[in-house]
């Protein structure tokens, strides 16, 4: 037996013990049931203020936010980058088309060459 | 009220950061090693298996390198050579040579222009003249 199953069960169960309930109960029954809801609307929004977040907008924004200070970390990380890491970059692309070539910085013989010339 | 302000706030932040998202990927994704020109690929071959591993910024900086040098243009067989050659040395001789660099760099012009002449002078001198003064370098060390 399923949940629906059982719902419709004790459905039917309860509407025959209704109607062996005397017609002044009844009546009063109908009446407090009445009374009732006309308030659910009231109470249905105050309980949203008041109760579980998740019930109410927030289910949508926290998500919303996070998604949104994820890609706006993403973008700032994509785009920048780290700045010490950068200016490595920057410094290899502009050494690689300088006049100069790579192995003038890396021929240690040409480092010994210039302390040599360099000397009064 | 307050809720229908909140909702319209958030519209109009999820658009813009979906659409920042798009445009990071697709930055990054614009030197991606597929999206080079042959003649790009051709001259950052040496970098072709950790190409995907750069960073977005050394990617970007590196292509466009490339691409200022067209396969016809004069510097083009210069630039390869001493791309091949840099992307061979190690990641401590790469770092101590950007740091001779850097260091060249911040001298005066008239000294830079000096150093470049020496390199010349240097660079004419016969193959073994230039071993002995790696050799000299060695000694010294």
């Known amino acids: ?45 105050a309980g949203a ?24 970390g993403y973008v700032v990380f994509t785009l920048t980058g780290d700045s010490v890491e950068q200016a490595v970059h920057e410094l ?5 088309q300088h006049e100069l070539p790579p192995h003038a910085f890396h021929d240690e013989g040409f480092q010994e060459w210039l302390k040599r010339n360099s000397k009064p | 009220m307050a809720e229908a302000k909140f909702q319209a706030l958030m519209r109009r932040l999820v658009l813009p950061a979906a659409l920042l998202l798009g445009v990071a ?6 030197y991606d090693w597929t999206a080079l020109s042959a003649a790009q690929q051709s001259m950052l071959a040496p970098w072709q298996r950790e190409w995907a591993s750069f960073p977005p910024e050394r990617r970007r900086l590196l292509a466009n390198l490339a691409a200022r040098h067209p396969a016809d243009a004069p510097q083009y067989g210069q630039l390869k050579a001493e791309i091949a050659y ?12 950007l740091a001779r660099y850097k260091d060249f760099k911040n001298l005066p012009p008239d000294k830079q222009q000096e150093i470049m002449r020496q390199w010349l002078q240097y660079d004419s ?14 000694q010294r060390k």
């Not at chain 1, 203020?49 to 890609?71: D, E, Y």
């Not at chain 1, 290899?92 to 690689?96: G, I, P, T, W």
């Not at chain 2, 990927?25 to 614009?30: L, P, V």
């Not at chain 2, 001198?125 to 060695?138: C, G, S």
């Open chain 2, 86 to 97: 840099y992307a061979a040395l190690l990641e401590h001789e790469r770092a101590r040579l």
């Open chain 1, 1 to 45: 037996m399923n949940e629906q199953d059982f719902a419709a069960k004790v459905a039917d169960h309860l509407d025959d013990g209704t109607q062996a309930l005397p017609p002044e109960v009844l009546r009063r029954l109908q009446a407090a049931r009445q009374q009732a809801l006309a308030h659910m609307p009231a109470r249905r929004g």
């Open chain 2, 125 to 138: 001198l016969p193959a073994e003249e230039k071993e002995a003064w790696r050799r000299l370098a060695q």
């Open chain 1, 92 to 96: 290899e692309a502009e050494m690689l």
């Open chain 2, 25 to 30: 990927a697709a930055w990054a994704e614009a």
């Open chain 1, 49 to 72: 203020r008041r109760g579980n977040p998740f019930q109410s907008h927030w289910r949508l924004t926290v998500p919303a936010f996070a998604m949104v200070a994820l890609a706006v």
